[in-house]
């Protein structure tokens, strides 16, 4: 078994990440010493919780079509928490070489946003080839979203944005840039579905939403709960304590889903009686 992510002899520094995180154990990485690209999955062994010990490397089958799409998507390093992007069109032939185009290309996207880093440096120009391996589905549904434009729906944009792959940042820019959020999140916050909701919930949490058109369907919809079996109760409440102050006009609904859960779920309880401590001794 191979005991490297990508089958070159280059230094393991030469390797970034393509894109994006995968899920599990995979990724896609590319040397950005001699330009080869793989996509592998970590097998790992755990005898003990918290106890990872690599065993090696599979690497994924990849037709040279899927690997000149997926490859040529911009890598990127990790500085201070952050993504830094390069080209694929780049490579290096030293490890400090790297590092000062790292180093570059971080002052360059100082402050941009996901789409403006990714678009100048260059991406597929056509959608993704057909049987696409399923780790790398993430990589279509990004390139989808730098397709979004005014027409598209915005479940589409939202139902992305609460993906945890994918293009949830690109997501996440794209509804910041929406007028009337907090109409939207209104109207999202009374759907009959429960996903609609999340998603109103969600608008309200990412984008610091507040007052009387979001606080209201909020209150309308813990009023109809009669206890946390679907999870919502909860949601509702770490909601109104992300809010803060913003959120005590819901102490009367507070109050109520108290009473109404005294006796059958302790922990809901406890939870929703120390969001009224903190309302009415803030700080
Ligand atoms: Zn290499």
């Known amino acids: 078994m191979p005991n490297r992510a990508v089958d070159c002899s280059c230094p393991e520094s030469m390797l970034l990440a393509v894109l994006d995180n995968l899920p599990g154990n995979q990724q896609l990485l590319a040397c950005v010493r001699c330009g080869h690209v793989e996509l592998s999955d970590a097998l790992v062994n755990e005898p003990h919780p918290g106890d990872v010990q690599l065993l090696g490397y599979a690497w994924i089958e990849m037709s040279e079509a899927i690997r000149d799409w997926a490859g040529s998507w911009p890598r990127f390093a990790m500085i201070a928490e952050k993504r830094v992007y390069l080209s694929a069109q780049c490579l290096f032939e030293t490890t400090a070489e790297l590092s000062a185009a790292i180093e570059k290309a971080e002052a360059d996207q100082s402050g941009l946003e996901l ?16 049987s696409l391996p399923e780790a790398l589905s993430g990589f279509s549904e990004i390139w989808d979203a730098l397709q979004w434009d005014d027409q598209t729906p ?9 993906r945890f792959h994918g293009p949830r940042r690109l997501a996440r820019n794209f509804l910041a840039g929406l007028p009337d959020l907090s109409a939207r999140a209104a109207v999202l916050l ?13 608008l309200v949490k990412e984008f610091a939403l507040s007052g009387e058109a979001v ?52 922990y809901m309880h406890q939870d929703l009686v120390k969001l009224l401590a903190k309302w009415q001794s803030p700080g």
């Open 115 to 130: 789409r403006e880093r990714l678009l100048p440096l260059g991406v597929p120009m056509a959608p993704s080839p057909e």
């Open 215 to 266: 606080l209201t369907p909020i209150r309308g919809r813990l009023r109809q709960l009669a206890d946390n079996s679907t999870s919502e109760m909860y949601e509702i409440y770490a909601l109104l304590r992300e809010m803060g102050s913003e959120a005590t006009g819901a102490r009367p609904e507070v109050e109520a889903a108290i009473e109404r859960v005294a006796k059958s779920d302790y």
């Open 154 to 162: 915005i479940e589409v944009v939202l139902a992305a944005a609460n």
């Open 190 to 202: 009374q759907d009959s579905e429960e996903e609609a909701r999340s998603w109103g919930r969600y």
